[in-house]
């Protein structure tokens, strides 16, 4: 099983929607780890790391997001996963 990490910045009407409860719901169901976070500029910043396999599917639910939400785009990055991070956490 290969560990991956992918950091998403997701766009659209992503605050005051509970898109980060969510994110957080949603990783723990596919056993992630990493954190997920509000930016300035009004889009939520999120590191997944896991199995491939979970990855992507996270990745794919970032897309539809919680139901108040209205996604616009999420970008995503390929990076190292930090072995440190054990669990997944709202940092702000």
Do not use: C, Y
């Not at 139901?67 to 940092?91: C, G, Q």
């Amino acid at each position: 099983m290969t560990t991956i990490a992918v950091r998403a910045r997701i766009t659209g009407h992503v605050q005051g929607v509970a898109f980060r409860a969510w994110t957080r719901v949603e990783a723990e169901r596919h056993g992630l780890s990493g954190w997920v976070r509000n930016q300035t500029d009004g889009s939520v910043e999120a590191l997944v790391i896991g199995p491939s396999a979970e990855v992507a599917a996270m990745v794919r639910a970032l897309h539809k997001g919680p139901p108040a939400a209205r996604i616009s785009t999420v970008d995503t990055e390929k990076i190292e996963p930090d072995t440190e991070v054990r669990d997944f956490r709202i940092l702000g």
